[in-house]
C-alpha cells in the first residue's frame, strides 16, 4: 500500500514539473468554482527566461506570473505583443498577466528591448 501511495505521489510531481501550466479552480466568494485558468510561472534569469516557452489551452483563462531575479540583463518590463500586454518587470517581484488565449499559434513573449524572447504556444 505505501509503495502504491509513493509511486502516486511521485507521478503527481512529476506531471506538475511536466505540465505548469495545468488548469486549476479558482473559488468565489461562496466557495463555489468560478472558472478554470491555466497558471504557470516564468523565471528571468541571467540565462534568459525559465522556462523558454509554455503551453495554453486556447478559450480558458491564463495567469502568468513572472519573476525578475537578475539586473544583468535588459528584461526590465513584458510585452505579449498578441494580447497588448506591457508591464514593468521590478526586480524580485512578481508580476501576474491575466488573459485568455482567443486563437491557436504560437506567440512571443519578450523584453521591452526585444532581445531576451520566450514563446506561448496555445492549442
Known amino acids: 500500500m505505501r509503495n502504491k501511495l509513493a509511486i502516486i505521489a511521485i507521478s503527481m510531481l512529476l506531471a506538475a514539473a511536466t505540465f505548469p501550466a495545468a488548469a486549476r479552480v479558482i473559488q468565489n466568494s461562496n466557495g463555489q468554482s468560478a472558472e478554470k485558468a491555466q497558471t504557470v510561472t516564468i523565471k528571468l534569469t541571467k540565462e534568459g527566461y525559465q522556462p523558454e516557452s509554455f503551453k495554453l489551452k486556447r478559450d480558458l483563462p491564463a495567469r502568468v506570473t ?33 488573459f485568455t488565449p482567443r486563437k491557436a499559434g504560437e506567440f512571443t513573449f519578450a523584453c521591452g528591448m526585444n532581445m531576451l524572447r520566450g514563446k506561448i504556444i496555445v492549442q
Request: charged share 40%; with cysteine; net charge negative.
Open 66 to 98: 513572472f519573476v525578475r531575479e537578475t539586473d544583468e540583463t535588459c528584461g526590465k518590463e513584458i510585452v505579449i505583443k498578441e494580447y497588448d500586454i506591457k508591464r514593468p518587470l521590478p526586480l524580485n517581484e512578481p508580476v501576474v498577466v491575466e
